[in-house]
């Protein structure tokens, strides 16, 4: 798909071109990671990743402080290594992992995307996450919402995802299993 | 009172000693009404680790049955277990789920309480009581009964209630192999917690002795070889397990010895803390036990899980599964490990057990799903033919349980592949609990409950 890469107020980015191309290339490829797990090209989208990917969601509690501050614990929902990835890829393309069949149906909404830091081999971005997931004949749908912390690494010469945090707007989960990639 | 929920008592009454279990146990609202009442207002329930509140004024708000507690260390470092209501007006006084504080205010008109429970403070006392108010009487409710045992939290509401240590038992010899087998106490990690559509008894029912789902709902499990034959966990299925029913739990034992995978230093450790029969189970028998479910909702697991494609660790999990309504329940899960194991060695238990049993770990998320489906397709009234039993029939036959003469532990146990009894076992407990289950007319005394409480007394708190 055409990106309009030079049009920088319509990317919301200030700075000079190079900041601008960043930003596209951070956006560009959230863009095509969260198509990836919505059409469930999940090989295509470990692909995205680096050797040394750690995709962490780490568990909330209430407290009085808020915002980050409610992370203060070493729980996760989800803290998975390379191995751990692939696996769960692996489980899915059984015809046994039955939390996921039927398959749920999955819309990521990336939003709000900042580029903290960047050089040409790293970059930290951050987005806003909106997750809508739907399964089977129930009316009803989930919501996650959270913001992604994501450092995105070049390995010959493509971004890859090296390291995630998914900071969740829920301290309960408001499902009963994660089985879809947040 | 409807004849809906008599019927469901009823019939489970009725058909439990043929292993027939109405699944309208699983979303009944009076059964679920009756559960509050005479399970979760009476009997001992673990609601958190000495650890996570270390500190004086370290606390963290806990449901027991259907209200809030603030599980809280005093200034003595005492554990106090205190009603989250103010006394005036019953606004909760606490709003966040943990933190540290000397003291609570409430909100509403100003009460202000020590983390003691005791009422130091009310705002324009004088002009607004004179001498009409007496603190003294005005403290935040304690819980009835509380206590510990290896650095684990259990309350009871119940006033008449029996003793921890004589309500757990000789359960307490299996308990040793979770949270009891160190000097300097339990790394503890948690809870998550998450809302499942599903029955609080339904993961309890399974976790006491359900090996015979494993093959198929676990089937992705063996096929990516997180399990089956080239790992220590459920390395051959069909291999000699020991099922344990032993007061107020019940438990499987898998053929993998507990000490496997521990440093040497840490199965000294281990050998310190348990008994001479005990650790002839965890070494030279080569016993774990796998899967533990203690009544009324509290699950734990021993397992050996992978981090990488060619290491394991071994962890420990505990998880209450809290009614939030007949077919609502959250689950709050921690992962443990003797501090002795060192930090290093816990964070890859946490991860490990993170991705198998964790909210979205690879196991629990296919257990969790089934659930909520049995939970659902139990509803009725509706269509259908007169069938709505569980058959939990497997093993029914005395006949085919067989003692171990040569196991040491307590409990009656019993060497078995596949069986249902540690699940009748639990149910069992559960109706026992209940009563004779007539709730609305109920006054007139339960019949010869095993339980210690000795009188009929219905009110909910």
């Known amino acids: ?182 | 009172m409807s004849t809906q929920r008599s019927n469901v008592i009823d019939e489970w009454r009725a058909g439990m000693d043929e292993g027939l279990v109405p699944q309208g146990i699983f979303n009944d609202e009076e059964l679920y009404e009756l559960e509050m009442e005479r399970i979760f207002a009476r009997e001992w329930q673990f609601v958190g680790f000495t650890d996570e509140i270390s500190d004086p004024g370290d606390y963290v708000v806990r449901p027991i049955g259907n209200k809030e507690y603030i599980v809280t260390r005093d200034e003595d470092g005492d554990v106090r277990i205190l009603l989250n209501r103010c006394r005036h007006q019953g606004t909760p006084v606490c709003n966040v789920e943990a933190g540290n504080t000397s003291h609570f205010r409430c909100r509403y008109h100003g009460w202000t309480y020590d983390n003691e429970g005791d009422l130091i403070g009310v705002p324009h006392k004088d002009s607004a009581y004179g001498d009409d108010l007496d603190p003294d009487e005005m403290a935040l409710e304690p819980i009835a009964n509380y206590d510990t045992y290896e650095g684990m939290i259990f309350a009871n509401p119940d006033p008449d209630a029996e003793p921890l240590e004589e309500f757990l038992g000789d359960f307490r010899w299996y308990m040793d192999f979770f949270t009891g087998t160190t000097d300097e106490g339990l790394y503890v990690t948690g809870p998550t917690r998450s809302i499942a559509n599903l029955n609080w008894k339904m993961s309890l029912l399974n976790v006491v002795g359900d090996t015979y789902h494993g093959p198929t709902t676990h089937r992705s499990g063996f096929e990516t070889g997180l399990i089956g034959p080239d790992t220590e966990q459920f390395g051959d299925l069909s291999e000699y397990k020991l099922h344990i029913a032993c007061g107020p739990g019940a438990l499987e034992l898998a053929r993998r010895p507990y000490i496997a995978g521990h440093r040497d230093e840490v199965k000294d450790t281990i050998r310190r803390n348990v008994s001479d029969d005990q650790w002839a189970v965890m070494a030279d028998q080569g016993w774990t036990p796998n899967n533990c479910g203690l009544f009324p909702n509290v699950v734990m697991v021993n397992l050996s899980m992978k981090v990488a494609e060619d290491e394991k660790v071994p962890i420990t999990m505990v998880q209450t599964f809290v009614p939030r309504g007949p077919s609502k329940t959250e689950v709050f899960s921690w992962v443990v490990n003797q501090k002795e194991a060192g930090k290093e060695h816990h964070e890859k238990a946490v991860q490990a057990a993170t991705f198998t049993f964790g909210s979205g770990g690879t196991f629990l998320q296919d257990d969790i799903d089934i659930w909520s489906r049995v939970t659902e397709s139990g509803e009725g009234p509706g269509p259908g033919g007169d069938d709505r039993d569980m058959k939990l029939t497997m093993k029914l036959d005395e006949e085919h349980v067989e003692e171990d003469p040569d196991f040491p532990g307590p409990g009656r146990v019993y060497g078995v592949e596949f069986s249902e009894e540690n699940g009748r076992y639990y149910l069992d407990m559960v109706l026992d609990a209940l009563g004779n289950g007539d709730a609305g007319a109920d006054g007139a005394g339960t019949e010869a409950d095993a339980g210690a409480e000795g009188d009929a007394d219905t009110e909910a708190e």
């Open chain 1, 1 to 182: 798909m055409a990106q309009r890469e030079t049009d920088a107020d319509a990317a919301g980015a200030a700075g000079d071109g190079a900041d601008v191309e960043r930003y596209h290339e951070a956006r560009r490829f959230l863009y095509e990671e969260a198509e990836k797990i919505d059409d469930r090209e999940f090989d295509a989208w470990l692909e995205m990743m680096t050797e040394d990917i750690r995709y962490r969601i780490p568990a909330r509690q209430t407290r009085s402080e808020g915002g980050k501050g409610e992370f203060r614990g070493d729980a996760h929902h989800v803290d998975d290594n390379r191995f751990m990835l692939e696996t769960r890829v692996e489980r899915l393309e059984t015809e046994h992992a039955w939390a996921e069949q039927p398959r749920s149906r999955t819309r990521h909404f990336v939003s709000n995307v900042r580029v903290v830091e960047a050089s040409d081999a790293e970059m930290e971005v951050k987005s806003n996450l909106l997750l809508h997931i739907n399964r089977g004949d129930d009316p009803e749908s989930h919501r996650i919402s959270g913001e992604r912390q994501d450092v995105l690494r070049k390995v010959d010469g493509a971004w890859k995802l090296d390291d995630r945090t998914v900071y969740l707007d829920h301290a309960t989960l408001p499902l009963g299993k994660i089985s879809v990639f947040i």
